[in-house]
């Protein structure tokens, strides 16, 4: 007689691996069940007390502060002390017509900025004095808000 090719070990690995398949269909049933049940809205909410901590117990509404909107300051953090910038003076170095750019040199720091004639209202040209503001652009500092005098 032949001899059956399932040894005892593969019925033995066969039974173990449908077991597992059994539990884990098992185990995904009762994930699905238990999320059907829900909670009420009141456990779902959460809250943030004065010190800034997650609880679960609403907020003391005689503790409730109200700020006016002259208290609120709408300026960046790391400003601290800085004296508010002031329009700087210079005189424009190089500016080609054609293509609607050029540079305009600080008065003060003699650095150099990059100025596009979008950022002008008046016809510029070469050597005129100007005054303007400084802004970050794509590949650094450009001058804009660019006025005569």
């Known amino acids: 007689m032949a ?56 907020p003391d509404v005689t503790k409730k502060f109200v700020a006016k909107e002259s208290d609120i300051e709408l300026t960046s953090r790391n400003r601290g002390g800085a004296e508010p910038e002031v329009r700087r003076k210079g005189v424009v170095k190089f500016f080609d017509t054609s293509k609607g750019f050029g540079f305009i040199k600080d008065g003060k720091s003699g650095e150099e900025f990059f100025f596009h004639q979008n950022s002008v209202n008046f016809s510029i040209a070469q050597s005129d004095h100007v005054s303007f503001d400084v802004e970050m652009g794509h590949k650094g500092m450009n001058a804009v808000r660019i006025t005569k005098g």
Do not use: I
């Not at 593969?10 to 077991?19: A, G, I, N, V």
């Not at 398949?21 to 909410?45: S, V």
């Open 3 to 58: 001899k059956s090719s399932n040894t005892f070990n593969k019925r033995e690995l066969e039974k173990k691996k449908l077991q597992q398949r059994k539990e884990k269909e098992q185990r995904k049933e009762e994930r699905k069940n238990a999320n059907k049940e829900g909670k009420p809205l009141e456990e779902m909410f959460a809250y943030v007390d004065e010190n800034g901590n997650l609880t679960t117990t609403p």
